[in-house]
């Protein structure tokens, strides 16, 4: 059975510092992984998508990083915003998606 | 095409009554998932379709729960006899095949069920 699991579970940085969020899946046989974004009583909102055969993504100052063998993906932020504010959510395709519980993130301005 | 749409945005009942939630997709995704969220977790996955074809059921999805698919388009999500237990925010997502695409799942902006 996929666990996915998400550390820290929140996480509060001044503004302007890079971060870096993590997540872990335990079963490596995956299509991909999709890192997302929920505000507040909202959706949520795609930010990347790693194919399995895939080692990054990048969009504008996110990166994140998949090393399937190992069960575990990164996002980083650089130059944290206020407007980052919020629960990031990671989730592995197997085709059912699998979502980790998330990372609350405030930016302290 | 604007999206995933879900109707009605929030609902709120008397236990015992029944609710339908309503998901219309992206127009060519073919797949169509489910999810529950409560406040402080993530997504918990319930069940999804390809096309009409309901392909995986989660043990969460009690015989008071049913999703169907008709058509292959929109979807419903009806919950017979509710419980306080069922309040939580239900999300509809939708993507295209895994093998023909990226598989980037679309959500909308959720059901808020709240069972008084």
């Known amino acids: 059975k996929q666990e996915v699991t998400q550390i820290p579970a929140a996480l509060s940085v001044p503004e302007g510092e890079n971060l870096v969020l993590n997540c872990s899946f335990t079963d490596s046989a995956i299509y991909n992984l999709q890192w997302f974004r929920q505000d507040p009583g909202k959706g949520l909102t795609s930010l990347l998508l790693?194919?399995?055969?895939?080692r990054e993504q990048t969009s504008g100052r996110l990166n994140a990083s998949l090393d399937k063998s190992s069960g575990r993906s990164t996002l980083y932020i650089a130059a944290s915003q206020p407007g980052d504010s919020a629960t990031y959510l990671c989730a592995v395709s197997q085709p059912r998606v699998i979502f980790g519980k998330g990372t609350r993130l405030h930016i302290l301005p | 095409d604007t999206g995933v749409s879900q109707n009605p945005r929030h609902k709120i009942t008397k236990r015992g009554q029944n609710v339908t939630f309503r998901c219309d997709p992206i127009?060519?995704?073919?797949?169509l998932y489910w999810y529950r969220q409560t406040l402080g977790q993530g997504p918990e996955f319930l069940t999804y379709f390809q096309n009409e074809a309901q392909l995986e059921k989660s043990r969460l999805l009690s015989d008071r729960f049913s999703a169907e698919r008709p058509k292959g388009s929109f979807s419903t999500l009806e919950i017979q006899r509710t419980e306080q237990g069922d309040s939580a925010m239900y999300l509809c997502?939708?993507?295209?095949?895994?093998?023909?695409?990226?598989?980037?799942?679309?959500f909308g902006a959720g059901s808020r069920l709240t069972v008084l």
């Open positions: 127009s060519e995704h073919n797949r």
């Open positions: 997502a939708s993507s295209q095949h895994p093998e023909k695409g990226a598989n980037v799942l679309t």
């Open positions: 790693i194919q399995s055969s895939q």
